[in-house]
């Protein structure tokens, strides 16, 4: 009785370090390229392009200056501006379209359900085109806000 207890508690060891070993595996598999464009932004443009990649060099703030520089403090401030009023006006419509929807029990609700899920299943890329020709339109492109 006892070998069996402990033939179970040493599967059971084995099934957890192989759960353990195959999450780290993934960990160091998804790091690791974060990490190597991490690594990039401290790298020359010679260095960063080199056909054999380099372990080992002398770190250069050059493409932060570059970075600070341009417009990109800007562009960045506007995309934060835009995600959040977006974020904030789609909690603020959404919420409650959703509880009204729910909460009624008709067809008509449940097709409008059906839609929005339709609609969420859609790729992105394919608005993308759409969204390109009503802001070239509306001249809102490449606008500082």
């Known amino acids: 009785m006892k070998i069996l207890k402990k033939q179970k508690l040493f599967k059971n060891y084995l099934s957890d370090s192989g759960i353990y070993v195959a999450l780290l595996l993934y960990v160091i598999f998804t790091i690791i390229p974060i990490l190597w464009l991490g690594s990039l932004a401290f790298k020359t443009h010679v260095q960063a ?41 789609s909690l603020i ?18 097709r409008v359900l059906l839609w929005v899920l339709l609609a969420r299943m859609v790729p992105a890329m394919t608005y993308v085109i759409p969204f390109f020709v009503v802001f070239s339109q509306f001249r809102i492109i490449d606008t500082k806000m």
């Open 93 to 110: 419509i959404g919420t409650p379209a959703a509880w009204g929807l729910l909460r009624l029990d008709s067809k008509l609700s449940h």
């Open 49 to 89: 392009f080199a056909e054999t990649p380099l372990f080992y060099w002398k770190p250069t703030l050059e493409n932060v200056q570059k970075l600070l520089n341009s417009n990109f403090p800007d562009f960045f401030f506007n995309s934060i501006i835009i995600a959040s009023v977006t974020t904030i006006l």
